[in-house]
């Protein structure tokens, strides 16, 4: 397939983007023994405990991911097979997903800079974290470690739609850093990579990495009566706001990845960015006149303060 959103040979995306002058990103310190990519030379030797902790979230989730995880993460998670025990390694699952859609999982030490991202997703290269969460941490994390990136990201690569839709995302990179629109971008991927839903025949699923990786939000996600659960329309999601640190107010909804990709790639993007404000338009609680409302959420579990305030996830 080929991307719309930027001018065909206008850019060269083996290369590390430039960052403009007036645009913002984070300012993170690259340590010292890597290069500009941020790639660690190899992944790291996890010890016995670490593999048990793996194990020990694996099987956690698999108690509440069946018929609620969409089929196709289902589906990637069973073919690949990140379940026979410790931390994946790196090389191998590279050789299954290459030969699946031409994708490869590659090791970083943090989270890493948005242009450095972008061109990693650009080139079919998935960046996972070189480390895993301690028990103390075992229910949540506030840096995206090994788990979440390979189980919660890497099976829904599987996928050949979707996989198309992720490098899309990071060929789309370019243009939000030229725009100076890097906010607008992050929460088109926080409300489809990272919290995205999807409709099936037997109801609604999630496929967003953020939600699979962990017990509560794939509940809550998909059955509470909180949240909202509504269409996603490019242009609106853009515009919101959202959660970064509790569960979402809302979700919202693709009727398949197919639509996902056209709504995205052939969305003129020049547009959309000219006509946008740096900040958000919409609060994370937002329900709009000309939305698709699958369900109109309460927004108990917000309104009482959400994860701070000991409410529950209702």
């Not at 992944?43 to 194990?55: F, L, N, P, V």
């Not at 709009?288 to 959420?297: E, I, P, S």
Request: glycine letters at 8%; proline letters at 6%.
């Amino acid at each position: 397939m080929e991307s719309l959103l930027i001018t065909p040979g206008a850019v060269d995306y083996s290369v590390i983007p430039d960052v403009p002058a007036d645009t913002f990103v984070a300012p993170l310190v690259r340590p010292a023994h890597l290069g500009e990519d941020w790639l660690e030379p190899q992944q790291r030797a996890y010890t016995s405990e670490e593999h048990a902790i793996w194990d020990d979230l694996f099987a956690q989730q698999m108690q509440v991911l069946p018929g609620r995880a969409a089929s196709s993460f289902m589906a990637g998670l069973d073919r690949l097979d990140l379940g026979r025990g410790g931390v994946p390694d790196f090389g191998s699952l590279s050789e299954e997903l290459r030969a699946i859609t031409g994708w490869t999982v590659v090791p970083v030490p943090m989270l890493i800079p948005d242009h450095v991202f972008f061109y990693h997703l650009a080139n079919r290269r998935f960046p996972a974290g070189n480390f895993i969460r301690s028990r103390e941490e075992f229910h949540y994390i506030s840096e995206p470690d090994v788990f979440h990136d390979v189980f919660g990201h890497v099976p829904m690569l599987t996928d050949p739609v979707y996989a198309d839709y992720m490098q899309e995302y990071g060929r789309a990179g370019w243009k939000a850093l030229a725009y100076n629109r890097l906010k607008a971008l992050s929460a088109l991927y926080w409300y489809t990579v990272e919290f995205g839903l999807i409709r099936e025949a037997d109801g609604i699923k999630a496929y967003g990495a953020g939600i699979l990786s962990g017990p509560l939000e794939a509940v809550f996600s998909v059955e509470a009566q909180s949240p909202n659960r509504i269409h996603l329309e490019v242009d609106r999601v853009m515009r919101t706001d959202y959660v970064i640190s509790d569960m979402q107010p809302t979700y919202f909804v693709i009727d398949s990845f197919e639509e996902l990709y056209r709504k995205t790639v052939e969305r003129n993007f020049d547009d959309l960015y000219r006509g946008l404000t740096p900040g958000f338009t919409y609060s994370n609680q937002a329900v709009l006149g000309g939305d698709k409302v699958y369900h109109l959420g309460t927004q108990e579990y917000a309104n009482r303060g959400g994860k701070g305030s000991g409410a529950r996830p209702v």
